[in-house]
């Protein structure tokens, strides 16, 4: 099976340098054959990629031991599920998993384009995908070989890091691959669009759901992340700015803003160089991402070049960038347009801010990602940039965010009237300005809790505001009653009205953030049986201990009863496990999770009598945030519903 | 075995992707149409006028303009639909009377 993976992904990449050979012929000399060559070679690019992706998944699942890549990511021990998950645990299999979507995106893209053949931008989209597809199995077949070989057959594996045997992590990467991989779909029209100068709105329209879906793709790769980092790494948070987090948050980010510039060029025909750079950064940051996550580059900036990856990358992104600006700059007359904004008080300049806002809070977070790499670099010394950077400098422009947010849907395209405008402020604002005087009195003094609280009121009354107003203006133009008329709505204007439950998951996101970081409880000690450790109104009594061994680990739990104000509230677990194969021990955490706080137990350590010490946390209403995230997804996946009717188009206003 | 499938699949794939290279040449790209371009690029515009006006509709039932503005705004696109109407109308009597031209010559 070594042979037949090998094999399949040498074959992979003779197929991809094929296609580009073939489509590139097609376009000098004006010959169809060669450009229907280049694209069945796309299909035999997928073929050849599954095939090796199937081998690699076979040698993990059989314990072939003697490839490296498997030695390195599993073991014998290791529950099967986790057997074929390891596939991208490590940088190789990450780019075979890289390489494989890819072809199968463009497999997808090509059976959507087969009546497009004539079109003049459709081989150079196939072209993009083939050259990126090619650069990843350059990258595989020359140095991160995930077939390669050890000059012996080890008894056992090395095994998967326990912190990554978890539900959550057998998610998260796939599912932040998937976006980063899906917005090189975008990038091919776009690249295809400015080299044969079709330079409206088409390849917008032809990739909206495109780059919808994998937004939505990377939203819940960084949600899965966040859930995965709360219950596995037990130090009772869910986010730490990170330079893995990050790496996944920046491309979120750009993608973010280039969703909404691309739905002004869309309704008004303006911001088309803007975009462009968009979608370029957003492609860019997708394969940085990539890079910096799987590369070792974080321990240390001289990993940079260690695997010999990075020089590759760093060239690829530079030739990306260059070509972009080059393009960009080529076509920059015919992108620029002749219309305008009509007015600034107009949903369109709030879109400008909030790409402005987005922006700043990307390169914010991306200056603090690569800061100790820089500093490296230019001193010698790693001069690293933590938590209280990245809260100070992205906490009020998210606030910023959040605002505008709030005032985005009481605009109207093109130009909303200042009176229509200060009646549709007044209710939300009053609501908010309540909320604010409520919340000071309950004792929520601190000034960035209750700001955050009272524009989420704001927001949430704008978006409840919204679906009532909208609802109303239905019935009024179409004299359906108002049960018919809602559904309709969200149905027929899914793109506006997902866009809004997205936002009002956004809303709840912020207050669950809120909550859970400014009102956040912590105690620590250490207790011997029949002990109790006290946090605001929890009681924690440690009843028992015992040890046994389950699969691959050996575990040791300890069970406390738990009371709340002096009522019992059932027990809890936290465990400290010892896996086979791993250096050190982890903590496993226990978790009572509730709408109004968590209940968060981990056990750092045992003594010698079984005396246990115990790190508890408090966390007020952590659970919003996985719903919001959850409502983000949701509001996502509703904005790309597509229709019943596929000819004719619809009529309806979206 | 493992090498004899490969190979199986491999020949498969290559001829599939081979095989348009066996028959006779075609061209791809005729001479693009100017004027095929042109109407295409005003049929753009004129759906692009129409989704304005619906979007004016739904903001002034959502009450989000005033009287005076909607008026203003409806009839400013109204005049441009109606421009880009006329262009296209005219576009297709040329291109009408161009093929006509070309069969009939």
């Known amino acids: 099976m070594v042979n037949f993976g090998n094999l399949s992904q040498g074959f992979a990449f003779i197929f991809s340098l094929a296609s580009m050979a073939f489509l590139l012929t097609g376009l000098m000399k004006n010959d169809m054959r060669f450009i229907e060559s280049g694209r069945r070679s796309l299909y035999g690019l997928a073929l050849f990629t599954t095939l090796a992706s199937i081998a690699l998944g076979y040698l993990f699942v059989t314990d072939n031991f003697q490839v490296e890549y498997v030695a390195s990511y599993s073991d014998r021990a290791l529950p099967i599920f986790y057997k074929v998950t390891a596939f991208w645990a490590g940088q190789k299999g990450s780019l075979l998993f890289w390489a494989w979507v890819l072809s199968i995106f463009t497999a997808i893209v090509v059976r959507n384009t087969r ?106 790769g960084i949600i899965l992340g966040g859930q ?140 603090g990602t690569i800061f100790p790499l820089i500093s490296e670099a230019v001193t010698g010394n790693k001069l690293t940039v933590s938590q209280p950077f990245f809260n100070q400098v992205n906490t009020p422009l998210f606030l910023l965010l959040l605002l505008l947010t709030g005032i985005c849907p009481l605009i109207g395209w093109r130009k909303a009237s200042a009176d229509n405008l200060r009646k549709n402020f007044l209710v939300p604002a009053l609501a908010a300005v309540i909320g604010a005087i409520a919340l000071f009195i309950a004792g929520i003094r601190e000034f960035y809790p209750l700001t955050a609280f009272s524009l989420s009121i704001f927001v949430i009354v704008t978006i409840f505001n919204e679906f009532r107003g909208g609802t109303m203006a239905r019935r009024k133009l179409t004299g359906e009653p108002v049960f018919t008329a809602f559904p309709r709505l969200l149905y027929k204007m899914r793109r506006r009205y997902g866009g809004y439950i997205v936002h009002l998951g956004v809303v709840i996101i912020v207050i669950g953030i ?110 919003w945030i996985w719903i919001g995230g959850f409502l983000m997804v949701a509001g996502g996946i509703i904005a790309i519903l597509p229709n019943r009717k596929k000819k004719g188009g619809s009529n309806e206003i979206d | 075995m493992e090498w004899a499938i490969f190979f199986i699949i491999a020949s498969v ?93």
């Open chain 1, 115 to 220: 009546t497009d053949l004539k079109s003049r931008n459709t081989p150079y989209i196939y072209l993009v995908l083939a050259t990126t597809a090619s650069f990843f199995l350059l990258l595989l077949t020359s140095l991160s070989n995930p077939f390669a070989l050890l000059g012996f057959i080890p008894k056992d594996g090395q095994g998967l890091n326990p912190m990554l045997q978890n539900p959550g992590m057998i998610f998260h990467p796939p599912t932040l691959f998937l976006g980063y991989i899906g917005f090189t779909i975008p990038f091919a029209y776009a690249v295809s669009a400015m080299v044969i100068g079709k330079l409206d709105e088409t390849w917008l329209r032809k990739t909206r759901r495109w780059n919808v879906l994998s937004w939505v793709f990377l939203t819940i």
């Open chain 1, 228 to 367: 995965w980092a709360y219950v596995e790494l037990g130090w009772g948070g869910y986010w730490a700015w990170d330079p893995v987090e990050n790496a996944s948050f920046i491309p979120w980010l750009i993608a973010t803003a280039f969703i909404h510039s691309a739905i002004i060029q869309e309704r008004r025909n303006i911001m088309k160089v803007w975009n462009m750079v968009l979608i370029v950064l957003t492609f860019v940051s997708c394969l940085f991402g990539t890079y910096l996550v799987r590369s070792g580059v974080l321990q240390s900036v001289h990993d940079f070049g260690a695997t010999g990856l990075g020089g590759y990358f760093l060239v690829f992104m530079i030739a990306i960038l260059l070509g972009g600006i080059y393009l960009i700059a080529e076509s920059y007359n015919d992108l620029r347009t002749k219309h305008s904004l009509e007015s600034y008080l107009s949903r369109e300049s709030t879109f400008l801010f909030n790409n402005v806002l987005f922006l700043a809070i990307a390169f914010s977070t991306l200056f």
């Open chain 1, 514 to 623: 809120t909550g859970s970081s400014a009102y956040k409880l912590e105690a620590q000690g250490t207790l011997f049986k029949g002990e109790s450790i006290k946090i605001g109104d929890y009681e924690l009594r440690y009843d028992d201990f015992r040890g046994y061994r389950d699969r691959n680990r050996d575990i040791y739990a300890a069970t406390l009863k738990v009371f709340k104000n002096g009522k019992p509230a059932g027990t809890i677990s936290p465990e400290r496990r010892y896996y086979i194969n791993a250096e050190k021990p982890t903590t496993e955490v226990s978790l009572r999770t509730g709408l109004i706080e968590d209940l968060y137990v981990t056990m750092p350590g045992i003594g010698e009598n079984e005396e246990i010490t115990l790190k508890v946390t408090v966390n007020p209403l952590l659970i």
């Open chain 2, 13 to 105: 794939t290559l001829i599939y992707a081979l095989m348009p290279l066996m028959g006779g040449r075609q061209v791809w790209q005729e001479a693009p149409d100017a004027k095929d371009e042109q109407i295409k690029s005003l049929e753009m515009e004129k759906a692009s006028f129409l989704k304005a006006l619906k979007d004016i509709e739904f903001e002034f039932a959502s009450n989000k303009i005033n009287n005076d503005d909607y008026d203003k705004l409806r009839n400013h696109y109204r005049l441009k639909l109606a421009e880009v109407m006329k262009e296209l109308g005219g576009n297709r009597d040329i291109k009408g009377g161009g093929n006509k031209e070309n069969t009939d010559g």
